[in-house]
T-cell receptor
Framework: DAGVIQSPRHEVTEMGQEVTLRCKPI?????LFWYRQTMMRGLELLIY????????DSGMPEDRFSAKMPNASFSTLKIQPSEPRDSAVYFC??????????????FGPGTRLLVL | AQSVTQLDSHVSVSEGTPVLLRCNYS??????LFWYVQHPNKGLQLLLK??????LVKGINGFEAEFKKSETSFHLTKPSAHMSDAAEYFC????????????FGTGTRLLVSP
């Protein structure tokens, strides 16, 4: 199994530009999570999907952030317009939820975003 | 809300000596608890998880953790540290029973010297 795949691995952009992060979850998993990791705030859950439907987006910072999951094998996290304070490592994770029970979340390698 | 507190931001040990990484949790119900490890520039990997079965949980790479309800603790231990154990370790609690949302601690960086 290839695991959770994220692209790009590194992104450097200028303030005001649109940034799109991509994630391919593990095949067969029905839950997908986007996290952000910074030195100041640690790991924060931004949003999670179950069966392609957003369940909890309370961690999304503001309207500049949006996430979609058009199908079971692909998700995007978009920042428009980007700001320097968005610089962080963004992780995608996936898991299999069965019978309402918590299953292990498997993390991708992350996308390191730097907004200048 | 559920939370975890990792009591040490950094722990330094010598190779071959025991490792103890401390974690206390706060939960209004019987929680699911996890330890994840993150090596430099890598994603997070699950070490072990507790889900109300045996209180002593064995994980990968020789790590184990003991759930102590009376002390609200879930400390991570390993009898003998290896250089490859140097990484950041996160204690994690699930937000609600069987719920997917995880709450991460602030992390403990483990340094292993030769």
């Amino acid at each position: 199994d290839a695991g959770v795949i994220q692209s790009p691995r590194h992104e450097v952009t200028e303030m005001g530009q649109e940034v799109t992060l991509r994630c391919k979850p593990i095949s067969g998993h029905n839950s997908l999570f986007w996290y952000r990791q910074t030195m100041m705030r640690g790991l924060e859950l931004l949003i999670y999907f179950n069966n392609n439907v957003p369940i909890d987006d309370s961690g999304m910072p503001e309207d500049r952030f949006s996430a979609k999951m058009p199908n079971a094998s692909f998700s995007t996290l978009k920042i428009q317009p980007s700001e320097p304070r968005d610089s962080a490592v963004y992780f995608c994770a996936s898991s299999l939820e069965a019978g309402g029970q918590q299953e292990t979340q498997y993390f991708g390698p992350g996308t390191r975003l730097l907004v200048l | 809300a559920q939370s975890v507190t990792q009591l040490d931001s950094h722990v330094s040990v010598s190779e071959g000596t025991p490792v103890l990484l401390r974690c206390n949790y706060s939960s209004s119900y019987s929680p699911s608890l996890f330890w994840y490890v993150q090596h430099p520039n890598k994603g997070l990997q699950l070490l072990l998880k507790y889900t109300s079965a045996a209180t002593l949980v064995k994980g990968i790479n020789g790590f184990e953790a003991e759930f102590k309800k009376s002390e609200t603790s879930f400390h991570l231990t390993k009898p003998s540290a290896h250089m490859s154990d140097a990484a950041e370790y996160f204690c994690v609690v699930s937000d609600r029973p069987g719920f997917q949302k995880l709450v991460f601690g602030t992390g403990t960086r483990l340094l292993v010297s030769p």
